[in-house]
């Protein structure tokens, strides 16, 4: 299974933004500069992290970006779901485009749909809080020290 870039720096931006100290604001200027990614695509994302009701962004001179749940109430499997716009590992996982003739009688869809789910269902017992259980050792490597 392989994740869109855009779901892996939506994760990275959680994890930034819930490695602040209390009180601190994460920028969009910032998690670029830290993960090398342009500013205008971060835009996209902590603007569908924002319309997710994971994060809260507040305008303004000294703006930036905020958790707006506890780390501990958000989930890693939904939010790869929300990120990734389908799993479609192989053509016969999208009826519109399956043209595969053994689509009928094939196990392999089967068994990749089964391995998804167990993908998922794994991702689904992490939370954020989880991914911050080494805190320190990513506020060193962000930086943030």
């Known amino acids: 299974m392989r994740l869109k870039k855009y779901t892996d720096y939506a994760l990275r931006v959680l994890i930034l933004t819930a490695s602040k100290r209390e009180g601190e604001l994460a920028t969009k200027k910032e998690i670029s500069e830290v993960f090398h990614i342009s500013e ?7 603007h ?15 703006g930036g970006i905020r958790l707006a749940k506890n780390p501990e109430e958000i989930n890693v499997g939904s939010v790869v779901r929300a990120m990734e716009d389908d799993f479609h590992l192989l053509e016969c996982f999208d009826c519109a485009t399956n ?27 992490y939370t954020l809080k989880d991914l911050l259980a080494n805190q320190e050792e990513l506020r060193e490597l962000m930086g943030l020290e």
């Open 40 to 46: 205008n695509h971060l835009g996209k994302i902590i």
């Open 99 to 125: 043209y595969c003739v053994i689509t009928p009688a094939c196990k392999l869809k089967h068994a990749l749909h089964e391995a998804l789910r167990a993908f998922l269902n794994v991702l689904d017992g």
């Open 48 to 62: 569908e992290l924002n319309k997710l009701g994971l994060i809260e962004t507040i305008r303004g001179r000294s």
